[in-house]
């Protein structure tokens, strides 16, 4: 009987990092997907529309439907249809109920938020993970191999307390390849690029006057191009940014990577497209530690990391679940994930 595999993904970069994988895994495999779902007040919640500036539903959830239907992929919406020999999900701040008897790869989406008092809190009190965002990515312990994009980033989950033994340094697929974007149509070139980032809508802090007012002071004079976040929203987004930088082109669709390639200077807030910048050698300015980024880097292996990443799941589909279970324990030794890539 051919296995099967469950993909859960959440925004569109998951979607199409998920997707990378399973290609490579098909048509040895039998593999579904299904948006990013949950247990509970969190799944009644977004069943009644109040979680629309989430994965759980919204414009995420909308682009990974129409992405799927596009790709002619299998749809098992919270995996309800077969019983699977292996589950592969871009986060695990919040982790079904269905699938946590499975074996589970997590696989990192991208870069992580910073620790602020909240993330503290959230580990402290042993508070629901999502609180903070994606700072606690990896803390869930329920994943039998987590893939992470660099040796710098393993170094930074197991400092957080990620089991190192479930650690696999693999890259991310949609990172590992940036020198790819310089060749591209984008009609525009030499301005200052700014990447938003959707602070408010998922309910944190973001004085966007002192931004704006910071983005045309670095500007100056060069056209400003700003490049939403799906999540933003759009007419609000516009009235301030007209305001404040009369004159600036803002584009909500396309590919913020190669915009990234043909800018002179890119500010971003928090986002996994600083890692682009900063590979390409733009000048950045950024809410983001740069040099910490230099330190966490991707992985560059020319898009090779969803071929990898679908070695490990096949490690772990023929790994005995007793045998990957006293591995994460510590009663066997470390397996080595990575050292056979």
């Known amino acids: 009987m ?56 919204g414009r995420h959830q909308q682009d990974t439907l129409d992405y799927l239907h596009e790709h002619d992929l299998e749809i098992d919406w919270r995996g ?28 990192q989406e991208g870069i992580t938020e910073p620790e602020t008092w909240l993330y503290h809190l959230v580990k402290w009190l042993k508070l629901p993970r999502w609180l903070a965002n994606t700072a606690t990515t990896g803390l869930s312990d329920l994943y039998d191999v987590f893939c992470v994009g660099s040796q710098g980033y393993r170094e930074h989950f197991i400092r957080k307390g990620v089991n190192p033994a479930k650690i696999a340094v693999t890259g991310m697929p949609n990172f590992d390849h940036f020198a790819q974007f310089r060749d591209n149509k984008f009609p525009y070139f030499d301005y200052a690029l700014v990447a938003t980032t959707p602070l408010r809508e998922t309910f944190r802090l973001d004085d966007r006057k002192r931004f704006l007012n910071e983005c045309a002071r670095i500007a100056n004079g060069r056209q400003l191009i700003f490049k939403l976040h799906p999540l933003e929203n759009e007419d609000r987004a516009r009235k301030e940014i007209n305001s404040i930088c009369p004159g600036a082109l803002v584009i909500t669709e396309g590919s913020v990577d190669e915009m990234i390639a043909n800018a002179e200077v890119v500010i971003t807030q928090l986002s996994t497209c600083t890692f682009t910048a900063v590979a390409l050698e733009k000048e950045v300015h950024s809410y983001l530690d740069l040099a910490e980024l230099q330190s966490l880097m991707p992985i560059q292996n020319k898009g090779a990391s969803a071929e990898r990443i679908a070695r490990i799941c096949r490690q772990v589909l023929h790994t005995p679940l007793p045998v990957l279970k006293a591995i994460s324990a510590g009663f066997r030794s470390h397996p080595g994930w990575e050292q056979d890539l």
């Open 2 to 57: 051919t296995e099967k595999i469950l993909f859960i993904c959440g925004s569109l970069n998951q979607t199409k990092m998920l997707h990378q994988i399973a290609e490579q895994l098909a048509p040895r495999y039998e593999c579904y997907f299904s948006p990013y779902y949950a247990d509970g007040l969190i799944d009644r919640l977004a069943r009644w529309g109040l979680l629309g500036n989430t994965v759980l539903g």
């Open 80 to 107: 309800k249809k077969h019983w699977y020999d292996l589950v592969v999900t871009g986060s695990d701040l919040i982790v079904p109920k269905n699938v946590r008897w499975n074996r589970l790869v997590l696989v």
